[in-house]
């Protein structure tokens, strides 16, 4: 994964949570296979987040933007373990997308824009948990203009960042 990847995640990511960008510089913890791991400083406070893009993204569409998936640590704000999603494009208004884990475990996340997220805490320790498990997981989302998409990412190295950036944040 590129730095200026890891730069745009960072920024879109703190974007979606509705805060300013970071203007402190990113501190990569370390690649793990097809996951990356960064510290930042919100303020004074830290931040800590692991990003991967999919081995593969599939759907009838001409131009898509960056996609990739986060789990970010906010400690100052007891929040630990949050997922979300980029898509890449808009998501159609009042949908939600599906991740299944090695084909199995299925969640529903609701979405905004071009992001999604586990509605509440309990799910987001779920979803972790079968990462941690698993070897591959897919997205399926529906665009604003109904596009179909299926996004696949390898979960190879998604435990050792998940260790990096607990370590990093103090969990």
């Known amino acids: 994964m590129r730095v200026p990847f ?3 995640a960072l920024t879109l990511a703190l ?3 509705g805060r300013e960008p970071l203007a402190q510089v990113i501190e990569r913890i370390g690649d793990f296979r097809d ?3 960064f510290t930042a400083k919100e303020g004074d406070e830290p ?4 990003s991967a893009q999919p081995t593969k993204d599939e759907g009838d569409y001409t131009r898509r933007g960056e996609i990739f998936a986060l789990v970010s640590h906010r400690p100052a704000e007891n929040r630990q373990g949050e997922v979300s999603f980029v898509a890449g494009y808009t998501f159609r208004p009042d949908s939600v997308v599906e991740v299944s884990v090695d084909g199995a475990a299925a969640f529903t996340l609701y979405t905004k824009d071009d992001g999604a997220w586990a509605r ?3 799910t987001d320790s779920k979803l972790i948990d079968e990462m941690i498990k698993g070897g591959r997981m897919v997205v399926r989302g529906v665009s604003s203009r109904g596009t179909q998409t299926t996004d696949t990412y390898s979960l190879s190295g998604f ?6 950036i ?3 944040c103090g969990y």
């Open 166 to 168: 607990n370590s990093a």
């Open 15 to 17: 974007t979606l949570f």
């Open 159 to 164: 435990t050792a960042a998940y260790r990096a």
């Open 120 to 122: 509440d805490s309990e």
């Open 47 to 50: 931040v800590c987040f692991m």
């Open 6 to 8: 890891a730069l745009f």
């Open 35 to 37: 996951w990356s791991a």
